[in-house]
């Protein structure tokens, strides 16, 4: 059965793995270690976004303070011009990760991030920090997304 591929690649974009591990890693993280995109691009990135919940507090659950962070972007891109679909114009994705509890939280961010990309394997690097703008924060994530023109986008 073939894999569903990324609405991007219907605007030119091409998103590659080196075969064998290079593509099972792919698969298994749901990235792509390499995105081309094409001339002309019209290119929105969004700044860091950290998982502070509208009132000025941080949950002291991670799943749910990670969730929060993945919600302001997707706030962000519509803000920016995108609709529904903001994420399936998503090709990179950065994530600033503090450890809880001494421990990585890719655990966390994953299968979250999954629910937001569906379909799209942006290329993706997760960085471990030390700390954040706040101490009680653990994640703050930056993406690149490609604006359609004539869609949602306001050019």
Same mark, same amino acid.
């Given at each position: 059965?073939?894999?569903?591929?990324?609405?991007?690649?219907?605007?030119?974009?091409?998103?590659?793995?080196?075969?064998?591990?290079?593509?099972?890693?792919?698969?298994?993280?749901?990235?792509?270690?390499?995105? @081309?995109?094409?001339?002309?691009?019209?290119?929105? @990135?969004?700044?860091?976004?950290?998982? @502070?919940?509208?009132?000025?507090?941080?949950?002291?659950?991670?799943?749910?303070?990670?969730?929060?962070?993945?919600?302001?972007?997707?706030?962000?891109?519509?803000?920016?011009?995108?609709?529904?679909?903001?994420?399936?114009?998503?090709?990179?994705?950065?994530?600033?990760?503090?450890?809880?509890?001494?421990? #990585?939280?890719?655990?966390?961010?994953?299968?979250?991030?999954?629910?937001?990309?569906?379909?799209?394997?942006?290329?993706?690097? #997760?960085?471990?920090?030390?700390?954040?703008?706040?101490?009680?924060?653990?994640?703050?994530?930056?993406?690149?997304?490609?604006?359609?023109?004539? #869609?949602?986008?306001?050019?």
């Amino acid at each position: 059965m073939a894999q569903p591929t990324s609405k991007l690649c219907s605007y030119g974009f091409q998103f590659r793995n080196w075969p064998g591990a290079g593509e099972k890693a792919a698969a298994q993280f749901g990235l792509s270690h390499a995105v @081309i995109v094409p001339p002309n691009a019209c290119t929105v @990135i969004i700044g860091g976004q950290v998982g @502070i919940r509208d009132d000025g507090t941080v949950p002291t659950d991670l799943a749910e303070e990670v969730a929060e962070a993945f919600d302001h972007v997707e706030r962000s891109l519509k803000a920016a011009g995108f609709g529904e679909d903001a994420w399936e114009h998503v090709y990179s994705v950065t994530t600033y990760e503090v450890e809880k509890d001494g421990r #990585g939280i890719a655990n966390v961010v994953v299968p979250i991030a999954h629910k937001y990309l569906k379909n799209t394997k942006p290329a993706w690097s #997760g960085v471990t920090v030390k700390g954040l703008a706040f101490p009680e924060l653990h994640i703050e994530i930056t993406v690149q997304a490609f604006l359609p023109k004539g #869609g949602n986008g306001r050019l």
